[in-house]
Structure formats: C-alpha cells, structure tokens
C-alpha cells in the first residue's frame, strides 16, 4: 500500500499528514498562524516563514508517532513547492528535499493548487475525471476543468482580488477580525442580502473571469456612508460575491463539454450560502456536486500527500533535489492571461 507524506507551508498554515493509496488520512496536524497575523488583518509574509521554520519538524514527528510510522515506511516526501509566499514555501520544500535525501525517497514536488485541485478525490472515492472545479481561496479564484492528474484546463481566473481575500477586506473594513470569511458569513445571517445596491463586476461579459476589487471599494463606500447597517452590508456583499460565482459558472459550463460533476475546493467553499447556491447550480444542469469536508478545503497537508498518491499511481517521475520553489505556478501554463489582470498565478 502506498503511504506518501505531504508538507504544506505555502500560506499561513503548517502543515503535514500521511495518506495512503486506500484515501485514508493516517495522521494530520496543522498549526494555524491565525494569531500571529491578525493584528495586521492579513498575512505577512516574514512572519509566516518564521513560523513555518519553527513548526514544520515538530509537526511531522507528530504525525508519524500518531500513525507509528517512521519515514522509511513512506513511499514518498510530498511537499508543496509552489505558487505561495516564497519564505515559507522554502521551508517546507527544503525540509522536504532532506528528508527525502536523508532517507533515500523520492521527492514530490507538488503545485500547491494541485492540491486543492485532486483533493475532492481524496474525500469521495466515486469523484471520475473530468470535473469542473471552481477552485475559491484566499489566493486563488479559478475555473478550471480537471481532466486527469496533472492535466488541467484554466477557464478563468481573477483580474484583481480572489474572492477570499475580497471576504478579508469587506472583513476588515466593517472592523472584523481575520480571517474574514467566517465573521462575514456570520454576520450576513442578520442582514438583508438585497438592502445595499453593490455591483457584480464582470457580470454579463462572454469570457468567465472574476474581478472582486470594484465590489470591495463599493463595500467600502455604502460602509462610509453611514447609511446602512454592517450587517446588511455583510449580506449583501455576500449575495453579490455569489451571484458572481454563479454567472461566471453558468459560462465556464458551457465551454467545457461533458463533465462527471461540479466541485468546489478552497478555503471560501466552506461558506454555506456559496455551497447551496452551487448546489442548485449543480442541480439544474444535472451534474453531481461535490465539496470535500471544510478541513480538506482550507490548507492542508493530506491534500498535498494525496496529489503525490495520484502522481505516484499514474506513474509520474519523482521530482530532482534541485527542484526550485516557485513563487507564481500556474496550473495551466497554456492558458490565456485574463484581459487587464496582473501577475497572479
Ligand atoms: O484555502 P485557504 O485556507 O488558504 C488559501 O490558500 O488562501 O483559504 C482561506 C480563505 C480566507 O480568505 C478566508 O477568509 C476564506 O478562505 N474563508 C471563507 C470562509 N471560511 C474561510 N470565506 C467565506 N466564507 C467562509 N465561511
Ligand atoms: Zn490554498
């Protein structure tokens, strides 16, 4: 049975867990950052590769007593080697890289949306290719079609904000803690998603990218204005954000040909009103639905130990040691840039 361990440390997670070919999660552990960065209402980059420094070891004994397992018994080291804040990035690819050194393993070096990517498959065992995965986190806000390890079909992407991090400002500017999404959400509950007139950028436009950055300036207008109730405003950015997912979804389904099922993936698929507006999605055009339980959606170590179970059964080569960590990664190299988008992966 393969047993393959993955490392994570490309935001403000550390992760690392073992998993093996049968999809079970032998052990995991994940040391959030949360309280570190929250007085700055975002992530710094220093901060978090310090940290990384500090935890990833301890964090991969752990796992590996909890399993009783040693590394010998690991077919593989998966570690995530990119697109994420670079500092952190490193720690986990080189704690990775002499590992699999020390141990004589092969070296995974695996695309952290990879991760994101298969990890539907790890939670549902029935998940056939190809799916569409909208794939919606702090990062990242893409449309992809995912054919088969290692071959996917970008269909958009965001010009400007990904739509956690347009959760963490709306977060922010009504005086929320971080991370944004949850307090939002909560929020949301108590308000009236139809009380403030916002836009649905890009909304009606033929190609199916995202842009967040108008919607957040809106947000921070109606809240300057006095004129309406935080949690109004909440729920009604909400409602814009999903009406947006679900326009621009409409689209990238009908560029895509035959598909096994819709997905979700990434830290903003745990938003309840954004699950069931999907699920309706879903629903009307026959397609199964499918998002992994909250724990595989936001970052995480078993995701990246399952990418490099997928690797290793559909008989891709193991990475060199001088594998470099890569700041910007895209999973489709050959998609076309988003018109007016800047440099994000
Ligand atoms: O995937 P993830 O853990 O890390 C990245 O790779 O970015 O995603 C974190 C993002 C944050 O922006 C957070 O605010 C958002 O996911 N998020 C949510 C919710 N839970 C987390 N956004 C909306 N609603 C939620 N319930
Ligand atoms: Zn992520």
């Known amino acids: 049975m393969t047993l393959v361990l993955g490392i994570e440390s490309s935001c403000d997670e550390t992760a690392a867990a073992l998993v093996d070919g049968d999809r ?43 399993a009783g397992k040693t590394l010998s018994d690991c077919d593989a080291i998966a570690a995530t080697a990119g697109p994420g804040l670079i500092g952190g990035v490193m720690v986990g690819l080189v704690t990775g890289k002499a590992l699999a050194m020390a141990e004589g393993k092969p070296l995974l070096a695996i695309n952290h949306l990879e991760g994101h990517a298969l990890s539907p498959r790890l939670a549902d065992a029935t998940l056939e ?35 956690g991090e347009a959760f963490d400002k709306t977060a922010k500017i009504l005086g929320l803690g971080y991370p944004g999404g949850p307090q939002v959400e909560k929020l949301a509950l108590q308000g009236d998603p139809e009380a403030v007139a916002l836009p649905r950028p890009l909304v009606g436009s033929g190609e199916p990218h995202f842009s967040f950055a ?6 921070l207008r109606a809240h300057e204005s006095g004129e309406h109730s ?39 698929a745990a938003n ?44 891709i080569a193991p990475d060199p040691l001088d594998f470099s960590a890569r700041p910007r990664w895209p999973l489709d190299p050959q998609a076309e840039p988003a018109r007016g988008a800047g440099v994000k992966a």
């Open 272 to 315: 309840s009103v954004i699950r069931a507006a999907l699920e309706q999605l879903a629903a009307s055009r026959r397609l199964a639905f499918t998002a992994p339980p909250q724990k595989l959606c936001t970052d995480n170590a078993a995701m990246i130990a399952w990418a490099g179970v997928e690797r290793l059964a559909v008989g």
């Open 129 to 163: 290719f190809p799916y569409a995965l909208l794939l919606v986190s702090g990062g990242h806000c893409q449309i992809l079609r995912v054919d088969g390890v290692g071959r996917y079909k970008r269909l958009a992407t965001t010009i400007d904000d990904a739509l």
């Open 24 to 66: 079970r999660i032998l052990a995991q552990a994940i040391a959030s950052q949360e309280a570190e960065h929250a007085p700055y209402g975002g992530v710094v980059p220093e901060i978090a590769a310090r940290a990384h420094a500090e935890r990833l070891v301890p964090l991969i004994d752990k796992v590996l007593a909890d």
């Open 230 to 268: 935080d949690a109004d405003i909440a729920a009604s950015f909400q409602q814009a954000a999903v009406d947006c997912l679900i326009d621009r979804l409409k689209i990238a389904l009908g560029k895509m040909g035959k598909l096994n099922a819709l997905v979700v993936a990434g830290g903003v």
């Open 214 to 219: 108008g919607l957040k300036s809106a947000v």
